[in-house]
């Protein structure tokens, strides 16, 4: 059993170290407001860590910039306790300018990027702190139609400094077919536009069973996601957590009905030694090295 299958199967023993070491996943949402990143990082977490917030009256003072908000709370993944940090982004998408929305969170990868080189340059290297953002999951507005001008222009600017996770947002409301076609399309476009997006490997060695599920995974993406913080009783009389609709419920951890649950096993099972892997070795690896470049060292 290898690190890449996730962090309840890690050996005892690495785990520990792991958890001494203080290990941590870092996951950043980002989308326009209303996209439900709040209730989506709500369902990961099964419990309310983000508040609802009202949504800002017209005539209210509007922020003037993308705020940047740390929500740390652990994880629960097959009995083990996996500490998560989700960074959220309130505000992007609400300027004129979408470099005023892009520009607040490079920064933010930059300054964790930055803040991970000078521990290393420390003499006592043993206690780093690992800030750096891990992935960043990118919601979509559930249009049909193609990526807009910020989406594209905000995977564009990213696509080398962070593992980019597309997810269509609110998927309950496309039908099954105009998914299928709009996730066709997402793909297209990012390929047209040479954007990069976080690639799950498949490791052919593991258990069949293994590679089947990551396989699985890897096909659904960009993921159609729906998230909800409240129970349903489905007409079956389950209680669920999904949203209720006057012909059913759309259940959040039914495969049939969304793909929050493959969302989560990459996250936290499949990919999860991968985010890490690619953040450290390339991603921070690729940043280092131009920074230093032009420090002239
Ligand atoms: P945020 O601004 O991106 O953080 O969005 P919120 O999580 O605050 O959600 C905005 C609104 O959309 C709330 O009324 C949520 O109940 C609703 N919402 C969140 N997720 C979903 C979803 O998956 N499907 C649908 N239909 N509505 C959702
Ligand atoms: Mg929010």
């Not at 994880?75 to 982004?89: A, F, K, P």
């Given at each position: 059993i290898t690190g890449h299958v996730g962090f309840s199967n890690l050996p005892n023993q690495v785990r520990r170290k792991s958890v001494k070491e203080g290990f941590r996943l870092t996951v950043m949402v980002v989308g326009e407001s209303g996209l439900g990143k709040s209730t989506l990082i709500n369902t990961l977490f099964n419990s309310t860590v983000c508040a609802p917030r009202e949504p800002l009256h017209p005539a209210a003072e509007r922020p003037k910039t993308v705020a940047?908000?740390?929500?740390?709370?652990?994880?629960?993944?097959?009995?083990?306790?996996?500490?998560?940090?989700?960074?959220?982004?309130?505000?992007?998408?609400?300027?004129?300018?979408n470099g005023e929305s892009c520009n607040p969170i490079l920064e933010t990868i930059e300054q964790r990027f930055d803040a991970y080189l000078s521990q290393e340059h420390r003499v006592r290297r043993a206690k780093i702190v690992d800030t750096r953002v891990h992935a960043c999951i990118y919601f979509i507005q559930p249009t049909g139609h193609s990526l807009k001008q910020i989406d594209i222009e905000f995977m564009r600017r990213l696509h080398n400094k962070v593992n980019l996770i597309p997810v269509i947002a609110k998927a309950d409301t496309m039908t099954?077919?105009?998914?299928?076609?709009?996730?066709?399309?997402?793909?297209?476009?990012?390929?047209?536009?040479?954007?990069?997006?976080?690639?799950a490997a498949i490791?052919?060695?593991e258990d069949e069973e293994s590679v089947a599920e990551a396989e699985e995974v890897a096909r659904?993406?960009?993921?159609a996601v729906v998230g909800s913080d409240r129970a349903a009783r489905t007409p079956d009389g389950r209680v669920v957590r999904g949203r209720t609709y006057p012909w059913g419920v759309v259940e959040v951890d039914n495969p049939a009905h969304c793909d929050f649950g493959k969302l989560r096993q990459m996250l936290v099972r499949t990919n999860l030694e991968d985010l890490r892997e690619h953040t450290n070795q390339v991603l921070y690896e690729n940043w280092r090295t131009e920074k230093l470049l032009a420090m002239g060292i």
């Open positions: 940047v908000e740390n929500i740390e709370a652990d994880i629960e993944e097959n009995g083990v306790r996996l500490r998560l940090n989700v960074v959220d982004t309130p505000g992007f998408g609400d300027f004129v300018d099954d077919e105009e998914i299928f076609d709009f996730k066709e399309r997402i793909l297209s476009d990012l390929a047209f536009n040479g954007i990069c997006i976080f690639q490791y052919e060695d659904a993406i960009p993921f």
